[in-house]
């Protein structure tokens, strides 16, 4: 059978799961259950909508937001947001099912009173930075948590956050006039707390608010911590601006907290002569073999990523005193086209001995040190090749 443009394409194999835990929570809008996928062996979330209203118009309404998460989480790609990999609705009974990641680990409130070390230097920046990255990623797809609170983040074997439920979430339109705001206020703006939002007595809901709550509740479970003092977090300011009540005093977005933390570990940090010796070294030598882009420059901005690919120039090269290639070794922090020298290679030693500085850094660290390599490498001049335009 021929497929055509514009038919419908139909996949009549169906898929099989088998029931893990047929009761992993449930709540106001239906309950989540753990599946396998015997195919190809691995564990999911299913999330069954299936609330009980008496009503028609709360029954359709509150459908409609689940579809809406639907909507929303697909649009999403991060990795401290939960995955969404499939969806079943079924609209005639105002039901379905979206199936999710799995996350092994626990509940935000869980992990900071249980799993963070009262003498340890990076477990609550850590957190705190991750949170950040995980909103500001919301934030720049255009949209609202809007439910901020323990359940709703959780954090996994590896410590790596997780943030989900997006079931009242909303894409920002800016024409939230508060017609819902009321069925809200207490689920979300927790009526009563000692600390609330300008935005919760004039009936509103943005991204700021979204700022404001979880600087809240990132505030209110550090402080219960065992043995918690204020040298275990670095951004005690950062956090405060964040839990000002009147919207216009908080940072303009997420984005902007996010280059506040640069600022804020480089005046903290102690460089000794010893880093410099490692840094400059190894970056001066990397700009040497550069010669210039043959586009407009590309480069690697996670730190992780710019490791691994360093590990994997040292793995091709396991049994060398020096790199083989100049251009893999570029390439482990530029994307983009460019020219460069083959010659002198460089020092096999040299780069495990910056690697080994690089990987003994804090995650902040780690991204401050390649933003300034980064910051070295775009001083290279861009030379396009006139011969590739048309005319």
Do not use: C
Not at 288 to 296: A, D, I, R, V
């Amino acid at each position: 059978m021929v497929v055509k443009d514009g038919d419908v394409v139909r996949f009549f194999r169906e898929k099989d799961y088998i029931m893990v835990n047929n009761d992993l929570g449930s709540g106001s809008f239906g309950k989540t259950v753990v599946i396998r996928d015997s195919f190809i062996d691995e564990l999911f979330v299913a999330k069954k909508y299936e609330p009980i209203f008496e009503d028609q118009i709360s029954k359709e309404k509150f459908f409609k937001s689940f579809l809406d998460e639907i909507k929303i989480l697909f649009k999403l790609n991060h990795k401290n947001i939960v995955r969404i990999y499939n969806y079943y609705p079924f609209e005639n009974v105002q039901t379905g099912y979206i199936i999710m990641e799995y996350i092994q680990g626990k509940r935000i409130d869980e992990y900071m009173l249980e799993d963070i070390q009262p003498f340890g230097s990076d477990d609550l920046d850590n957190l705190f930075i991750q949170l950040v990255e995980g909103f500001n990623y919301i934030e720049k797809h255009n949209i609202v948590h809007r439910d901020i609170r323990e359940g709703n983040i959780l954090v996994d074997e590896n410590g790596i956050v997780k943030i989900i439920d997006f079931g009242i979430g909303k894409i920002a339109s800016g024409d939230d006039n508060g017609q819902n705001y009321d069925s809200l206020r207490t689920e979300i703006n927790r009526d009563g707390s000692d600390r609330l939002p300008q935005e919760y007595y004039q009936k509103e809901y943005t991204s700021k608010t979204d700022m404001f709550y979880l600087g809240e509740l990132f505030n209110r479970l550090m402080n219960k911590i065992n043995l918690f003092t204020e040298d275990m977090f670095s951004y005690r300011d950062i956090l405060n601006k964040m839990m000002e009540s009147k919207p216009e005093e908080r940072y303009d977005n997420f984005e902007e907290i996010i280059n506040e933390f640069s600022k804020t570990k480089f005046n903290e940090l102690n460089v000794t002569e010893d880093d410099k010796r490692i840094y400059q070294k190894f970056s001066d030598r990397l700009s040497n073999k550069l010669s210039f882009f043959t586009e407009k420059p590309d480069f690697i901005n996670d730190a992780n990523i710019f490791i691994s690919n360093l590990e994997k120039v040292l793995i091709k090269n396991l049994f060398e005193d020096y790199v083989q290639d100049n251009f893999s070794l570029i390439h482990a922090v530029v994307n983009s086209d460019f020219t460069y020298k083959t010659s002198p290679k460089e020092p096999i030693e040299d780069v495990r001995e910056f690697l080994d500085w690089l990987k003994g850094s804090s995650r902040e660290t780690q991204s401050l040190i390649l933003e300034n390599i980064i910051s070295k490498l775009s001083t290279k001049p861009i030379d396009y090749d006139l011969a590739e335009l048309p005319f």
